[in-house]
T-cell receptor
Framework: DQQVKQNSPSLSVQEGRISILNCDYT??????FLWYKKYPAEGPTFLIS?????DKNEDGRFTVFLNKSAKHLSLHIVPSQPGDSAVYFCAASARGGSEKLVFGKGTKLTVNP | DSGVTQTPKHLITATGQRVTLRCSPR?????VYWYQQSLDQGLQFLIQYYNGEERAKGNILERFSAQQFPDLHSELNLSSLELGDSALYFC????????????FGPGTRLTVL
């Protein structure tokens, strides 16, 4: 039972355009969401997070949108750069108890020059 | 560099053997998490320690065990290894309780032959 789903295994965009990565979740107890970027042979690197009390959070070129009613979040990267090419993981944690993260399977983003 | 270190980087061993993976969290971080990433899978939470005490368990096999020492480093012990245990094992740390993003180490790639 996959509680966090990233339905697009891969995404290819042109440099300078917008990249939109999507994530769906099923557990209504999730109240904190994170995006991580992962390069080959490295550990995941934290990018941006959002609490369920917000519907948008921005950090430079990265914006995360949360739609609680649809149990959907998205990561927008504008403008996309070749260095953004990596695997992006969506993760969620539930209120109360451990802060363990539940991860999606990732989306491989390729930004073409 | 996240500040989380993991050793060894690579480990090749045979079925039935036992191995120990080591993790040193960021300076000052009290919480350590272990995750497993198998082929084409997202990261799966295994276990969490907080200041030396087990805090939460995920889908960790009985053949696997972990501990966190007084200096806060952690070890993950995998015994009676099977081919299916081949995976990347990541350690992550956070400073304290609450909604802090987790910082990941570079991982240990375990290959069981």
């Amino acid at each position: 039972d996959q509680q966090v789903k990233q339905n697009s295994p891969s995404l290819s965009v042109q440099e300078g355009r917008i990249s939109i990565l999507n994530c769906d979740y099923t557990n209504s107890m999730f109240d904190y969401f994170l995006w991580y970027k992962k390069y080959p042979a490295e550990g995941p690197t934290f990018l941006i997070s959002i609490s369920s009390i917000k519907d948008k959070n921005e950090d430079g070129r990265f914006t995360v949108f949360l739609n609680k009613s649809a149990k959907h979040l998205s990561l927008h990267i504008v403008p996309s750069q070749p260095g953004d090419s990596a695997v992006y993981f969506c993760a969620a944690s539930a209120r109360g108890g451990s802060e363990k993260l539940v991860f999606g399977k990732g989306t491989k983003l390729t930004v073409n020059p | 560099d996240s500040g989380v270190t993991q050793t060894p980087k690579h480990l090749i061993t045979a079925t039935g053997q036992r191995v120990t993976l080591r993790c040193s969290p960021r300076s000052g971080d009290l919480s350590v998490y272990w995750y497993q990433q198998s082929l084409d899978q997202g990261l799966q939470f295994l276990i969490q320690y907080y200041n030396g005490e087990e805090r939460a368990k995920g889908n960790i096999l009985e053949r696997f065990s972990a501990q966190q020492f007084p200096d806060l480093h952690s070890e993950l012990n995998l015994s009676s290894l099977e081919l299916g245990d081949s995976a990347l094992y990541f350690c992550a740390s956070t400073r304290q309780w609450g909604r802090n993003e987790q910082f990941f180490g570079p991982g240990t790639r375990l290959t069981v032959l």
